[in-house]
């Protein structure tokens, strides 16, 4: 009776992973915080960068007159111009203050576009493994999440996107680097499917958006760097935060960048700041939007990282785990021993090892490992990931 | 095509109040900022306490290890804790942590409540004149907004909203101090409500909640306080903010207050919770709920308030407008002279004075004046008021 049952079914469904995060706790409560190994979590360890700290306390120093009030809806014009030349100097693109509408980081950022853009029974591909959280954003908004699974790699397998596109098919939402696998989508791909929906949209007559989420769009190994999907593809939104590049995911502070030969640039973009009001958030926090102004080419240490990519990978494969070696994010996504990730992580937890399994990415058969960890961490962990493996005979 | 119907419905029928606005800036442009008095915006001009200061210059001087990042969705077990001892201090109701979601503003807290508690086709019922957003929040999780008209003094009118119960009720959002109205409800006024729906509970074989939106809490009058609604009826869910109290509007901050006498607290908190992580709000901003935790006895200069309201009633009066003395919030809410209320704003731009049509709040014949403003403001309007009242022939 207190909640609606829509809200109750969800919660429901989502017990397993509520009761996997309960049984960490009671392992924590019974063997103490520091003998329990919580590779679960994408809440990073490091602290923001340096000039993070610097512009906050020149702020706190130096008030401006009117810092804490409404300003419009998409945010300063000073910080989204900040975001625009940011854009523009990494894609040559020429972005203006007015392509950018800051928000409560990126996941208000994509319950703001599905808001704006979704008519009733209208569809939104995801690809899987998947953030989970997408579900929930959709079907927020009356629209329906169809299903593509990626290749062996994490890749997008172009055969199942196309089986996936229908008439009422609105966006297809694309997250590289990846949560959960680390997969980083290479120019050719996203040209690839650029091409694809392109002719979708002829075939179709419709208007399908690739929805980019980036919040790892920093946080990138070997030298690389992340393609941009606005030279692709017009009709493409990117939903930007900074939880992961200034290590701010408690802060609510990101964006939605429209690329700006979208055919209907203003009328979204006033969409876009009409739903950022009416859903609640009303604008991006006024003293966030202030410090990242200043911020836009800052990020934390990627190095380290890379560094612990590298450990972790290394021991697990040492191991026989079965792992693609990703190029961004934070986590491994290797196969479950066994192949039932369910109880695959349930060994784990007899080891004090937490994880999460693969089918709360809509991948059965994997498990996510997290390591925006510390070291000590990390290592602790090794021991149970060992005698997990070989308790499953792998 | 590029928003859905809906949202271009919504934002063609909000239209004529974004001509009134496009109108004010160009009338800015044209004769410059000073010499247009802008009455129609809530955004308050005062600036937040010293202490807010204090707090905010004392974090940013020592970071505390982890401030930036993630917390459970609800909030930080300290500042929640903050905020039941302040409702307990002043209510005498045993607040707990556990009775409290931390959100980002009241509009935030407003959206989480109607996704949790509303099942298709539910009934929310708003008293005119309403705070418009309430119409595209209820609708936002498929609700249906019932509107009861309040009476000649802007108190509820309990015939009315008797009539608009139905066994599809699910809640009543209440907001003393009213905007636009000013109007604060009195303690018998809440204790009738809370009697007229425990009846209607019991005859409907509901569940009704009482959604009292709070944000002008602390912005009252004449030694006045504003009474509590949770002793005078047990389903009873605040809705919070520290926008106005500690002039942080563009910060986002407030917090949802569950009563503790509500019989399925425990479900109806946790479905709050996930509600506020599945919408996109994901958390209230971290550093914002560091600082407000030490300042929930703190706010501005009521009295300063005070000040302006009684010159702006005083003089309006002297004029010979039509209107309530208001008691609360920062607006005064006349009767528009000749009837027409959207003529009647149209006849003050003529003077260069901006005030928003009754209309905007489901009330037509009002408008709506804010003075949370400079004085000079305030003083600029008047000839423009006493002009346009001479045309309209009262």
Same mark, same amino acid.
Not at 40 to 44: D, E, F, M, R
Not at 165 to 170: D, E, G, L, V
Not at 215 to 222: A, C, E, L, S, V
């Given at each position: 009776m207190p909640v609606s049952n829509k809200v109750r079914l969800s919660m429901e469904q989502g017990g397993w992973i509520r009761r996997m995060f309960e049984t960490g706790n009671a392992l924590k409560a019974q063997y103490g915080e520091d003998k329990v190994f919580d590779l679960?979590?994408?809440?990073?360890v490091v602290e923001p960068p340096p000039e993070f700290h610097q512009e906050l306390l020149r702020l706190a120093e130096n008030p401006i007159k009117g810092m804490h009030r409404y300003m419009p809806n998409n945010g300063y014009q000073e910080t989204r111009q900040a975001v625009a030349d940011g854009l523009k100097s990494e894609s040559g693109i020429p972005f203006s203050a007015g392509d950018i509408v800051m928000t409560c980081g990126a996941a208000a950022a994509l319950n703001v576009v599905l808001k704006t853009i979704l008519d009733p029974a209208e569809e939104v591909i995801i690809l899987s +493994? &998947?953030?989970?959280e997408y579900g929930f954003y959709i079907d927020n908004h009356g629209g329906t999440a169809v299903v593509a699974p990626t290749d062996r790699e994490f890749q997008p397998d172009f055969e199942a996107i196309e089986a996936a596109?229908?008439?009422?098919?609105?966006g297809i939402i694309i997250n590289s680097p990846n949560n959960p696998s680390g997969a980083v989508y290479p120019a050719e791909c996203l040209k690839a499917l650029g091409e694809l929906l392109r002719q979708k949209q002829a075939q179709h007559g419709s208007e399908i958006f690739i929805i980019s989420d980036e +919040? &790892?769009?920093?946080?990138?190994?070997?030298g690389l760097t992340c393609p941009q999907v606005f030279p692709h593809y017009e009709n493409t939104i990117v939903c930007n935060s900074h939880a992961k590049d200034l290590a701010l995911p408690g802060e609510r502070i990101g964006y939605i960048a429209v690329n700006?030969?979208?055919?209907h640039r203003d009328e979204l973009l006033n969409g876009l700041t009409f739903c950022n009001r009416t859903l609640g958030f009303v604008n991006a926090p006024a003293l966030m939007q202030h410090v990242v102004r200043a911020l836009q080419g800052v990020s934390v240490d990627v190095a380290d990282y890379q560094r612990k990519r590298d450990y972790l990978y290394a021991r697990l494969t040492d191991m026989g785990y079965s792992l693609i070696k990703p190029q961004g994010a934070f986590y491994l996504f290797p196969e479950a021993p066994g192949g039932d990730d369910v109880a695959f992580v349930e060994a784990l937890q007899q080891w004090n090892v937490l994880a999460v399994p693969g089918r709360g990415f809509g991948t059965p058969g994997y498990f996510r490992l997290s390591y925006c960890l510390e070291d000590s961490v990390l290592e602790g962990a090794m021991d149970g990931l060992a005698r997990a493996l070989r308790q499953f005979g792998a």
């Open positions: 679960s979590l994408g809440n990073p +493994p &998947y953030f989970v596109i229908t008439p009422r098919t609105r +919040p &790892y769009r920093r946080i990138i190994y070997d700006p030969a979208y055919s």
